[in-house]
Structure formats: structure tokens, C-alpha cells
């Protein structure tokens, strides 16, 4: 051994952890989910090739998941493919149904198989740093429909996610296409509740400088709104209308981060990879404690619920120990017989009084003794192997 070796705890003996195992008494290791969402033509395919080839030259390779089942051209390979489980195609011929209609059916079923797909990221978790998951080219099958929100609250709620929201920069120059952008933006938010990182995309193309000085001066913004009022010469309503917009969204940009990239040259992806750390962090403080919290009061539902079921079964089978019946033995016939309520069965003179059923069932068992000793003096000879006849004709024989 050189002297440049460190030393061994020969002692120890030979570790038996995998580099990926969390030392004791370390937490475990946790990787973020990048959650791509964007209009179609936007760049987020092109961005997972960017950020996966990103990762991969620092040696972190990603984890991938593809939700998009009508992609044709993918770049890079996905660990699991919606395409390998659903052929959109199929759907829309066995469905009739249109492409939305077939990519949404689609994500559907994919869905109901998701919690498997769940327990493959999971297993994978500990030895990655990063997951990445593409999603539908129309942006509200998987924003807006039940099974994006499924697969968004299923992935959130079992490891750190953020959601990267990709703009297509050069087309976001006007500042009515600006603010619509923002405002979908500003719904996905609230509808996710996830950390959200706005990716201005394509700025080899045009800077995304314009946004940031938008998103943090509204006079700035309101100042591009009169040129361009100047140009068309009228002064519509939509532009009061946005101008207001951008005051109310002022508290919504305050909670975001925004980068701009390339995912075609690759610029901007130390920025965006430290504003998902940053958003990683945020997940952690802000998110996770009321992800717990709502988790908590859907388990505490769901008991409430099962007890109320279970109630109603007892009540419909009329089990209730609580209310014997006038015989003292309460209607449960699988209950406990409570002592106290044996006093309903003594008279007037405290002597224990013959219970009614009792009497009938007595009464019903000697009359079943004395057709059975008639019905043997009938011989089984006389009428065969199949001999059923009645009590009536039995007393009558
Ligand atoms: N110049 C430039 N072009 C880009 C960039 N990113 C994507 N593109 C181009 O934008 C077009 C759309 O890119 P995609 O990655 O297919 O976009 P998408 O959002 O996945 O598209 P859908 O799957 O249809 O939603 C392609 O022609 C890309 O080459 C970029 O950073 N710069």
C-alpha cells in the first residue's frame, strides 16, 4: 500500500453497503421529479434530451418516465413509456374517438395501472438523482384532466416534486400572449400546488430579458402595452383589462423562480438545475408538511367513512345491543344476554314468568316429536326408495 492510500479500518471488516445506501443515522436519499408541462411546440421534448444529456455528462443519469402517447420522435430513452403499455391509436379506432379524445383515453388507462408504475420509480429512488417525466403535447389533457391530477397528487405526495413549466420565449414577445401564458401558468400553480419554475426556452433564439423585466416592473410591462396601442392607434379594453392583470399576478410572480434555457444550444441548465435544488428546498418546508396534512385527513376520511358503513350495516341488520327487546335478550341474536334485562321477565310477584317465544318454540317441538313417531310406523318397504309424503297423509295412513 502507498503512502498516499488512506488508511483501511481493517478492523470493520468489509463493507457490505452499496455507495447508494444512506449511512446510519444519515436520512434517505430523496431525488427531486421534474414535472415538463408546456404548450405544444414549446421544446419540452427537446428540453428532456437537453436535461438528460446534461445529467448524464455529470454523470447523475436521470430516471425517466414518458406520459406523452403520441409522441413519434423521442431522442432519448425513457425508462418507462406510456407507448409500451397503450397505443393511443388502437384506443381512438376501438373508441372512435378523435386524437384528443385518444390520447386522454389513453392517460386514462394508463392511470389505473400507475400505482405499479409508482413502485418501479420508487424502488429506483434511492440510486437517482433526478426524474424527469414528459408529458402530453396538449397541455390541458394532462393539466386539466382526472387522470393528470391522479398521476400529479400520486407522484407528489411519495417524492419531492417541481413543476417545469416551458415557454416558448419568441412566441411570448407580444404582451397579450405574454400575459396568457402567465395566466395558465398562474392556473397550473394553483392547481398543482407544486413549486414551479418558469422556463423561458428557445432564447438562443430571443433573450428572455423582456419576461424578467415584466414579471418584475408592471410599469415596464403597461409601458409595452401603450406601444403596442400606439401601433394598432386604439386604445382597446383588453389592454386596461391586461394592464390590470399584470397588477393582480405581481403576488403570483413573487412566488416563482424563472431561468431561460436552450434547449437546443444547452445554455441556462446550471440555472435551471439550481432553481429546481431551490425548489426542491421550498417542496421540503412548504409542500410536504400540507401534502402530509391533506394525506392525514383523507386516511382520517376514509376510517370515518368505513365506521359509518359499518354503522349502517349493524342498523339494517338491526344488531343493537343497545336496545334488548322485550324478551331481555336484546335483538342481537349474537350479543351478550344482559342480566338486569331479565327482570322484564319476572311477574307482579317477582316469580320468573314463562318467556313467549320460549313457550312457541316448546310447543313447536312437540308437534314436530309426534309427526316423527307417526311417520315411523309408515314402512319405508311399501313406497320405495323415494318415499316423501306429508304429515297430513301420514296421520291419515
Ligand atoms: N431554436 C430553438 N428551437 C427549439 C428549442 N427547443 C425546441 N426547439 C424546436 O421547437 C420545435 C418543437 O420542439 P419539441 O421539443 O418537439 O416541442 P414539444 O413541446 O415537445 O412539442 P409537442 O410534443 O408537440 O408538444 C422543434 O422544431 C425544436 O427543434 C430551442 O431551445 N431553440
Known amino acids: 500500500m502507498s503512502d498516499a492510500e488512506p488508511a483501511t479500518n481493517v478492523e470493520a471488516g468489509p463493507s457490505t453497503a452499496k455507495?447508494?445506501?444512506?449511512?446510519?443515522?444519515?436520512?434517505?436519499?430523496?431525488?427531486?421529479?421534474?414535472?415538463?408541462?408546456?404548450?405544444?411546440?414549446?421544446?419540452?421534448?427537446?428540453?428532456?434530451?437537453?436535461?438528460?444529456?446534461?445529467?448524464?455528462?455529470?454523470?447523475?443519469?436521470?430516471?425517466?418516465?414518458?406520459?406523452?402517447?403520441?409522441?413519434?420522435?423521442?431522442p432519448y430513452t425513457a425508462n418507462i413509456?406510456?407507448?409500451?403499455?397503450?397505443?393511443?391509436?388502437?384506443?381512438?379506432?376501438?373508441?372512435?374517438?378523435?386524437?384528443?379524445?385518444?390520447?386522454?383515453?389513453?392517460?386514462?388507462?394508463?392511470?389505473?395501472?400507475?400505482?405499479?408504475?409508482?413502485?418501479?420509480?420508487?424502488?429506483?429512488?434511492?440510486?437517482?438523482?433526478?426524474?424527469?417525466?414528459?408529458?402530453?403535447?396538449?397541455i390541458e389533457i394532462f393539466t386539466w384532466s382526472a387522470s393528470g391530477a391522479i398521476i400529479t397528487d400520486a407522484i407528489a405526495s411519495s417524492l419531492p416534486t417541481v413543476v417545469a413549466y416551458v415557454i416558448d420565449t419568441p412566441r411570448t414577445t407580444a404582451p397579450a400572449t405574454f400575459m396568457s401564458n402567465?395566466?395558465?401558468?398562474?392556473?397550473?400553480?394553483?392547481?398543482?400546488?407544486?413549486?414551479?419554475?418558469?422556463?423561458?426556452?428557445?432564447?438562443?433564439?430571443?433573450?428572455?430579458?423582456?419576461?424578467?423585466?415584466?414579471?418584475?416592473?408592471?410599469?415596464?410591462?403597461?409601458?409595452?402595452?401603450?406601444?403596442?396601442?400606439?401601433?394598432?392607434?386604439?386604445?382597446?379594453?383588453?389592454?386596461?383589462?391586461?394592464?390590470?392583470?399584470?397588477?393582480?399576478?405581481?403576488?403570483?410572480?413573487?412566488?416563482?423562480?424563472?431561468?431561460?434555457?436552450?434547449?437546443?444550444?444547452?445554455?441556462?441548465?446550471k440555472a435551471f438545475f439550481e432553481a429546481v435544488e431551490a425548489a426542491k428546498k421550498e417542496y421540503e418546508t412548504d409542500y410536504r408538511p400540507e401534502i402530509t396534512r391533506l394525506a392525514e385527513e383523507r386516511r382520517a376520511r376514509t376510517e370515518a367513512n368505513k365506521k359509518s358503513q359499518l354503522d349502517r350495516l349493524m342498523r339494517d341488520m338491526n344488531v343493537d345491543d343497545a336496545a334488548p327487546s322485550r324478551t331481555g335478550r336484546g335483538s342481537n341474536p349474537f350479543g351478550p344476554y344482559p342480566r338486569a334485562d331479565r327482570e322484564e321477565l319476572l311477574d307482579e310477584d317477582g316469580e320468573e314468568q314463562e318467556d313467549p317465544e320460549e313457550e312457541e318454540r316448546r310447543a313447536r317441538e312437540t308437534e314436530d316429536m309426534e309427526e316423527a313417531e307417526l311417520a315411523d310406523d309408515v314402512d319405508p318397504q311399501e313406497h320405495g326408495e323415494f318415499w316423501v309424503f306429508t304429515t297430513d297423509q301420514a296421520k291419515g295412513a
Not at 446510519?24 to 428532456?48: D, F
Open 19 to 74: 455507495p447508494s445506501d444512506p449511512m446510519p443515522g444519515e436520512a434517505k436519499k430523496e431525488p427531486v421529479v421534474i414535472l415538463v408541462i408546456g404548450m405544444a411546440g414549446s421544446g419540452k421534448t427537446t428540453l428532456m434530451q437537453r436535461l438528460n444529456s446534461y445529467l448524464h455528462s455529470k454523470d447523475m443519469p436521470p430516471y425517466i418516465l414518458n406520459l406523452d402517447p403520441a409522441v413519434t420522435h423521442m
Open 81 to 138: 413509456d406510456i407507448r409500451d403499455t397503450v397505443d393511443y391509436k388502437e384506443v381512438m379506432k376501438q373508441y372512435n374517438l378523435g386524437p384528443n379524445g385518444g390520447i386522454l383515453t389513453a392517460l386514462n388507462l394508463f392511470t389505473t395501472k400507475f400505482d405499479q408504475v409508482l413502485g418501479f420509480v420508487e424502488k429506483r429512488a434511492e440510486t437517482v438523482d433526478h426524474i424527469l417525466v414528459d408529458t402530453p403535447g396538449q
Open 182 to 269: 402567465m395566466l395558465y401558468a398562474c392556473s397550473i400553480l394553483y392547481k398543482t400546488r407544486l413549486p414551479f419554475i418558469l422556463v423561458f426556452n428557445k432564447t438562443d433564439v430571443t433573450p428572455h430579458d423582456f419576461a424578467l423585466e415584466w414579471m418584475d416592473d408592471f410599469q415596464a410591462y403597461q409601458r409595452a402595452l401603450d406601444a403596442e396601442r400606439d401601433e394598432s392607434g386604439e386604445g382597446s379594453y383588453m389592454n386596461s383589462l391586461m394592464g390590470s392583470m399584470c397588477l393582480v399576478l405581481e403576488e403570483f410572480y413573487t412566488n416563482l423562480r424563472a431561468v431561460g434555457v436552450s434547449a437546443m444550444t444547452g445554455q441556462g441548465m
